[in-house]
């Protein structure tokens, strides 16, 4: 069996490049292999799978992450298994990106076959914006938040019709929610546009949702958020968007990281950094000192002669390593000589005595006290 082709070269994009260069370019491979354009065509299917499978993982943010560093094995290893079973499971999970293309308005599965019936529409995604402390972020953590989404109508069923009435066939469509149009040698389906591919329409709307046959709810979500999360991830909660058509898929939640800065502690990657101040005495001569981590304060030995700014490092005791099993990056301890603003006379005395030992030109004790007092009398 051959090996799988690199996800950026079957999107024919760079390894940087932003989520908007990878829906570009997949919504114009999946226009060229769609199986609408190409029925009855194994090789088109084949290739229509391939691309969904790339832009599937390169457009997760963790999925892209685990890629990048492992491969595909790495995304298979993890239990993050890209693959579609069919072209039905693409055009399910990546239904609204379709109804832009095919003027669906967002439907997705089709129900009864190409051209049997109605497209079921799968619920659209939703997104939240998760605030967390920056010690969360490194240990995780599991937050409980109220999430609004639309659900089916508990009055009409999702139908929109008032209790007591029933929706009729469309007579554009004859009840299909699909008609075809033809462009010079394309022939497209696209939505109806009487029904919006229901493929019935409302002739009593119900009251309790208007006629969409959806209503605003929301919903407490307990949201476990893994040790060694950073800014911009997304965690996708599979199932929790808002509800689609009866009997079709609910949408997925986007939960977005948005995490606070602290107030010592400074992070780059799974790195840590902390600027920790020491004494004259203490870079000369060396000694024990207790420093911040996020994991609680440890023990540093200075030795003597330690020059201001020099960085110590603590292995193993940053941020755990996102996706992989175990493993932490490292704590850095960079060390800075305090100078005192004020001094008492015995400890100006010592400090000019080791000033005249060490040839060192230093102010004379009272020249501007001196200087300055001539001035005012």
């Not at 101040?277 to 540093?300: F, H, K, N």
Request: aromatic share 6%; hydrophobic share 30%.
């Amino acid at each position: 069996m051959s090996s799988p082709r690199d996800y950026y070269e079957v999107l024919g994009v760079a390894r940087d490049a932003s989520e908007a260069d990878l829906k570009k370019s997949y919504r114009k491979l999946a226009m060229q292999y769609h199986p609408d354009r190409n029925p009855d065509d194994p090789q088109a299917e084949a290739k229509f799978k391939e691309v969904s499978e790339a832009y599937a993982v390169l457009s997760d943010a963790e999925k892209r992450s685990m890629y990048d560093r492992f491969g595909h094995q790495g995304i298979r290893g993890q239990g993050m298994d890209p693959g579609f079973a069919n072209a039905e499971d693409i055009l399910s999970q990546f239904s609204d990106m379709f109804g832009d293309l095919f003027g669906f308005g967002g439907g997705g599965r089709r129900g009864g076959g190409r051209g049997g019936g109605p497209r079921l529409r799968r619920g659209s995604d939703t997104e939240y914006a998760l605030q967390l402390d920056f010690l969360e972020a490194v240990h995780g953590t599991t937050k409980e938040v109220s999430v609004p989404r639309h659900a089916i109508c508990t009055g009409c069923k999702g139908s929109g019709a008032e209790p007591g009435t029933e929706p009729t066939g469309c007579t554009t469509c004859g009840g299909a929610g699909q008609v075809i149009q033809g462009h010079g040698f394309l022939r497209i389906r696209t939505a109806c546009p009487t029904c919006q591919g229901r493929g019935k329409v409302v002739g009593t709307p119900c009251k309790q949702c208007d006629g969409a046959g959806r209503t605003r709810v929301v919903d407490t979500l307990s949201i476990t958020v893994p040790a060694g999360v950073d800014n911009g991830l997304q965690l996708r909660l599979s199932g929790k968007g808002d509800e689609g058509d009866p009997g079709a898929p609910a949408g997925d939640l986007y939960v977005h990281i948005q995490v606070r800065e602290h107030e010592r502690f400074r992070r780059n990657g799974n790195e840590i950094l902390v600027e920790v101040p020491i004494s004259y005495p203490q870079a000369c001569l060396g000694g024990a000192i207790t420093v911040p981590t996020v994991d609680g304060e440890e023990r540093l030995e200075i030795p003597a002669g330690t020059p201001s700014g020099k960085v110590f490092t603590l292995r193993g005791k940053g941020v755990p390593n996102l996706g992989r099993r175990g493993g932490r990056g490292d704590h850095h301890v960079q060390v800075v000589v305090a100078v005192p603003t004020r001094l008492s006379g015995d400890e100006e005395e010592l400090i000019r005595k080791l000033a005249a030992l060490q040839d060192h030109r230093v102010s004379e004790k009272g020249f501007w006290k001196e200087f300055l007092g001539r001035f005012s009398t």
